[in-house]
């Protein structure tokens, strides 16, 4: 009896020792879970606490890298850190979105995205980057209509008269565009998907060439964004048919979308946000959210907007995620159905 007891005594301290080393493992492991949750929201709380790197995969001067400094301006003042663009042109802008998929997901390397991302997912059967997986959307910064612009002499006051004349002068009409699988080129091939139209294609590098040939006759009509079309239209060097987003630009009021031209389920946008490698801490993604929506509401960034024919609209990072992976869908039959093909 005297050593069962003694086993009872020592089995029940040792129990009693097991059940503490769990617990103390259990608040151990607890406490660890914590540490990443509680180091992204000192980071979150922090940032920036250095200089923030916004990269643009176009040149300096387009519509992408102007859009993409006046938000830099912008989170600069909001945020009080500077957010300096970086131009790593090339690739029809996949070596920029390379480069931020595979940087730190700590909020200091962001990628101000255009519409051409979704676009090349199509576009590029070896494309590296997955648009919806390998980024976190933080806001969709602004959208500018295309223009859809002729030369004066082409017989056409609006678009049904412009798919009219073409179809039947099919073998001396073609159009621009500032290059293959551009949104241009896009907004073309949907125009052509849309009313049955085969002209021919003439892609050039860049818009400023295509416009200097379509001014000069050499193509007939082209697909423009609205900053660097208008301008010529305003000086009578070019004739505007119609906008290609759903509803009229403040720009140009008058003139009419592709849609109420005839045009059905003709809604395109060139359009440009900030995106984050995936993993950013969501602190970090809803505070830059913010810095932004709010300046829109700043008459200067409303200003300087209306000067480009762009359009910006509050958003959440959701919303945003949302109509990029919307992009990618609607732009890949698009693409597939022109042909075009970059390796």
Do not use: C
């Not at 500077?82 to 920029?96: Q, W």
């Not at 979704?118 to 494309?127: D, F, G, K, W």
């Not at 660097?228 to 060097?237: D, F, L, N, T």
């Amino acid at each position: 009896m005297a050593t069962a007891t003694s086993f009872t005594a020592r089995n029940s301290a040792s129990g009693a020792r097991r059940h503490l080393i769990q617990a103390a493992a259990a608040l151990l492991a607890v406490g660890a879970l914590g540490l990443p949750a509680q180091a992204q929201s000192q980071a979150s709380s922090t940032y920036p606490a250095k200089p923030v790197r916004i990269v643009v995969g176009f040149s300096a001067g387009g519509t992408t890298d102007v859009v993409a400094r006046i938000m830099a301006k912008e989170l600069t003042q909001a945020l009080g850190q500077t957010f300096m663009v970086d131009n790593k042109p090339g690739g029809g802008s996949n070596i920029a979105t390379d480069l931020v998929a595979a940087a730190q997901p700590d909020g200091y390397t962001l990628l101000f995205v255009a519409v051409t991302s979704a676009i090349n997912q199509t576009l590029y059967p070896n494309v590296k980057f997955d648009l919806n997986r390998d980024f976190e959307a933080v806001a969709l910064g602004a959208k500018v209509p295309n223009v859809l612009v002729v030369h004066p002499s082409v017989p056409a006051k609006n678009v049904k008269e412009l798919i009219a004349w073409a179809k039947a002068n099919n073998d001396k009409v073609s159009y621009a565009s500032s290059g293959s699988g551009t949104s241009i080129h896009m907004a073309a091939e949907l125009f052509k998907v849309r009313t049955g139209l085969q002209t021919q294609h003439v892609p050039y590098k860049g818009s400023a060439p295509a416009l200097t040939d379509l001014m000069g006759n050499q193509v007939q009509f082209m697909f423009d964004n609205m900053p660097s079309a208008w301008p010529q239209v305003q000086g009578g060097k070019l004739k505007a048919l119609a906008v290609t987003t759903k509803t009229r630009s403040p720009s140009a009021p008058d003139v009419p979308t592709m849609e109420e031209s005839g045009v059905e389920r003709f809604d395109v946008s060139s359009w440009f946000g900030l995106i984050a490698p995936k993993g950013t801490p969501k602190p970090i993604v809803d505070k830059l959210n913010k810095a932004m929506n709010a300046a829109f509401d700043k008459p200067e960034v409303k200003e300087a907007y209306a000067k480009l024919g762009a359009v910006a609209e509050h958003n959440t990072p959701a919303q945003f995620g949302s109509f990029i992976r919307t992009e990618v869908a609607n732009w890949a039959p698009v693409v597939k159905a022109s042909g075009a093909k970059v390796d």
